[in-house]
């Protein structure tokens, strides 16, 4: 069964960091693009960043570009997004999802997200 | 940067169609992928490359694409099917993935 679990959401200060986890099961994570999916609250679904098989490219949405990292462990099936200089409105739940072994396919596999709030 | 547009809202009655639609510029050019969100639940894939279905999907959930427009049609809509909806590509001229602003279904 596949399996994708996100840790690491919290409360952080505006400026301030966070580092997400997602530790993947159940199927060759290394074969796969990894993307990461975020939606505020209330709001609907925004795409933040993505990883190729080996790491070797990674895309971002503009507005997390030089503030957000996302790398994977094959070795630890487990993907990361590094947050820096968080913003209110980072505020979201962060899905990691399964891409496919293309570039640009669809996520049949998702997580149940962790809550990132930024609030003073 | 690529624009998807689905209209906020559709409401069907049980045993209806509902057809939600998908708006941007040559879309028909790109494979679209469709979710299906309850409250309080991750994104589900409900269609994927413009219109293949996942195992486990039922056969009521279809899409198409072509032009300015891609479509997903749910036949014999029933209470359970009530949801929020998000089409979804990846837009290759920018490198980026590109969501929908998502529609929600209501049942009446």
């Known amino acids: 069964e596949v399996q994708l679990v996100e840790s690491g959401g919290g409360l952080v200060q505006p400026g301030g960091s966070l580092r997400l986890s997602c530790a993947a099961s159940?199927?060759?994570?290394?074969?796969?693009?990894i993307n990461w999916v975020r939606q505020a609250p209330g709001k609907g679904l925004e795409w933040v960043a993505n990883?190729?098989?080996?790491?070797?490219?990674?895309y971002y949405v503009d507005s997390v570009k030089g503030r957000f990292t996302i790398s994977r462990d094959n070795a630890k099936n487990s993907l990361y997004l590094q947050m820096n200089s968080l913003r209110v409105e980072d505020t979201a739940v962060y899905y990691c999802?399964?891409?496919?072994?293309?570039?640009?396919?669809?996520?049949?596999?998702w997580g149940q997200g962790t809550l990132v709030t930024v609030s003073s | 940067s690529y624009v998807l547009t689905q209209p906020p809202s559709v409401s069907v009655a049980p045993g209806q169609t509902a057809r939600i639609t998908c708006g941007g510029n040559?879309?028909?050019?790109?494979?679209v992928h469709w979710y299906q969100q309850k409250p309080g639940q991750a994104p589900v894939l409900v269609v994927y490359?413009?219109?293949d279905r996942p195992s486990g999907i039922p056969e009521r959930f279809s899409g198409s694409n072509s032009g300015n427009t891609a479509t997903l049609t749910i036949s014999r809509v029933e209470a359970g099917d009530e949801a929020d909806y998000y089409c979804?590509?990846?837009?290759?001229?920018?490198?980026?993935?590109?969501f929908g602003g998502g529609t929600k279904l209501t049942v009446l």
């Open positions: 999802a399964r891409g496919t072994v293309g570039r640009s396919g669809y996520s049949a596999y």
């Open positions: 159940g199927f060759t994570f290394s074969a796969y693009w």
């Open positions: 990883i190729k098989v080996d790491g070797s490219e990674k």
């Open positions: 040559n879309i028909g050019s790109k494979s």
């Open positions: 490359d413009d219109s």
């Open positions: 979804q590509v990846w837009d290759s001229s920018s490198d980026r993935g590109v």
